[in-house]
């Protein structure tokens, strides 16, 4: 395997075949040499100063019935809740007293009008208590133009949206027939026409999923040249459909976090200069996943700032690490797993990726509509 790899390490592009096999790579020795290049490709391209997201869960609420995750709507044992606006705020005030940058607020999905102008209001109300420098990135799933464009309004310039998987068969048997892979897509377009800041990403191991559909994901993320990019390996949670569907979990838990992390790999290799996510996930089945994570290529991590009264709640698969710590013991705990690998942390900055921005740059020099608070956002907070 050795030579078949040094060739396709040696090739600049690479085919579907080619990522297939670093995929399947199953020798340590092989893996290391693939973690080695990307980390290389990182060192240049990003660097090894890894950028906060500290991440408020708002609500575990969801009118969504994805077959994999904890939290659908017909999972009877969830404890339903929703953060009020206080404890977002504090939340948000923790990581701005940290310097982390910037946050992501998550939740379930929910696009009733009163869900969307709490967001709304709840947008306006960190940027002003945050004195414009928290960066704000949302990830609440599907929604239609307006209320993104709301929510971009009140001060919100970064959303996740996941694809979970670029293959819409493969999507369909993931998701009940009312959820539609093709309005996903169009979703994540309309986001980049408005101008956010767009992160996708997959479900790595997913049952039935193939070497060569993650291939696809790749050619994916390159075709919508993506700014920033969270993937993790697929974990059954126990109240879901999808619970058994990978036979004898505890045997392949730790091929399935090997799997993600040459995806990891691959995706650094192949994108180069874009945000990669080391995501909690990894951090469920080893826990140094995430550690792992950042050495086979990724930059980001996001720690987790909901209150640990409401984490139990939000686990979409199980094994959900730090469901005691809270914002302060995680942070400690980040920083000193950081210093550990050799690498820091990029306190008080935005962390825009180098593809971002360039990107933004050539398009800026094409229009010079840019108006001066947007061209802030999108060139980063100096703080
Ligand atoms: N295992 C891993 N990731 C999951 N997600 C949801 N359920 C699971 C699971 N069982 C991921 C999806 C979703 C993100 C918020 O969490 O990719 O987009
Ligand atoms: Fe809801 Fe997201 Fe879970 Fe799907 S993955 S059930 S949309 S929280
Ligand atoms: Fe939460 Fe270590 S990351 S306690």
Request: glycine share 8%; aromatic share 8%; with cysteine.
């Amino acid at each position: 395997m050795q030579t078949e790899l040094k060739r396709i390490l040696g090739q600049n592009e690479w085919s579907r075949r080619d990522i297939a096999t670093l995929l399947d790579l199953s020798d340590p020795a092989d893996e290391a040499l693939l973690f080695q290049r990307a980390y290389e490709v990182k060192r240049q391209q990003v660097g090894t100063r890894v950028y906060f997201r500290g991440l408020i869960e708002l609500s575990n609420v969801c009118i969504k019935n994805c077959y994999y995750c904890g939290i659908r709507r017909a999972n009877p044992d969830v404890d339903r809740y929703t953060l009020s606006e206080e404890e977002v705020l504090d939340a948000a005030a923790f990581a701005h007293r940290s310097r982390y940058g910037s946050i992501v607020i998550q939740s379930g999905e929910r696009t009733d009008e009163s869900f969307i102008a709490f967001v709304e209001h709840l947008v306006r109300r960190i940027r002003e208590s945050t004195n414009n420098e928290l960066g704000i990135t949302l990830s609440l799933g599907e929604q239609s133009e307006s209320t993104y464009r709301r929510w971009q309004a009140a001060g919100a310039h970064r959303y996740l949206l996941r694809i979970e998987t670029s293959n819409p068969g493969l999507y369909q048997t993931l998701h009940p027939q009312d959820h539609s892979f093709h309005v996903r897509l169009e979703a994540l377009r309309t986001l980049y026409r408005l101008g956010y800041q767009v992160g996708t990403g997959v479900m790595i191991g997913l049952p039935g999923q193939t070497s060569e559909h993650l291939a696809d994901d790749v050619a994916f993320f390159k075709e919508m040249d993506v700014a920033m990019i969270g993937m993790g390996p697929y974990i059954p949670h126990h109240g879901t459909p999808m619970n058994e569907a990978i036979p004898d979990w505890s045997a392949r838990k730790e091929e399935q976090l090997r799997r993600a992390l040459r995806m990891i790999a691959v995706v650094r290799i192949q994108l180069k200069d874009v945000n990669i996510a080391s995501t909690t996930a990894l951090q469920a089945i080893d826990p140094t996943g995430r550690e792992m994570g950042l050495q086979a290529g990724a930059n980001i991590l996001m720690p987790n700032l909901t209150d640990t009264q409401y984490r139990t709640g939000y686990q979409l698969y199980d094994g959900k690490p730090c469901l005691d710590e809270n914002a302060t013991l995680c942070a400690g705990c980040l920083e000193r797993r950081i210093a550990a690998i050799g690498e820091t942390i990029g306190y008080g900055e935005w962390g825009v990726s180098p593809h971002y921005k360039k990107k933004k740059q050539s398009s800026s020099a094409l229009s010079s509509g840019v108006s001066p608070s947007r061209s802030a956002v999108v060139s980063g907070s100096p703080l």
